[in-house]
Nanobody
């Protein structure tokens, strides 16, 4: 089992950048694929990005491709989401998630979730 705690959210102007971090505790962080999802008010939670156990394979939603970068440091038990060129439509609560096995984009395949961190992008 793994526990996840997100940090790094906040208020930023459109065009700015933020880096989210997700610290994992528990055993064998490197055996988990990691992902980021987000949920805007009144909307369903949606996939943002995912990274494989080694960090060698990544997936991105079309809405963030070319602007966001997911990475991980297995020595620090941490996964990151670098968010650049932020837009007001990126405003949401961002959740870190983990699963055993290969990285996936489907929400129902993830077993472990953090409590989320708020990202607000002003226009």
């Amino acid at each position: 089992q793994v526990q996840l705690v997100e940090s790094g959210g906040g208020l930023v102007q459109a065009g700015g950048s933020l880096r989210l971090s997700c610290a994992a505790s528990g055993r064998a962080f490197s055996t988990y694929s990691m992902g980021w999802f987000r949920q805007a008010p009144g909307k369903e939670r949606e996939f943002v990005a995912a990274v494989s156990q080694s960090g060698g394979t990544t997936f991105y939603a079309d809405a963030v491709k070319g602007r966001f970068i997911i990475s991980r440091d297995n020595a620090k038990n941490t996964v990151y989401l670098q968010m650049n060129s932020l837009k007001p439509e990126d405003t949401a609560v961002y959740y870190c998630t983990a699963r055993t096995g290969a990285a996936q984009i489907a929400i129902f395949l993830y077993s472990y979730w953090g409590k989320g961190t708020q990202v607000t992008v002003s226009s």
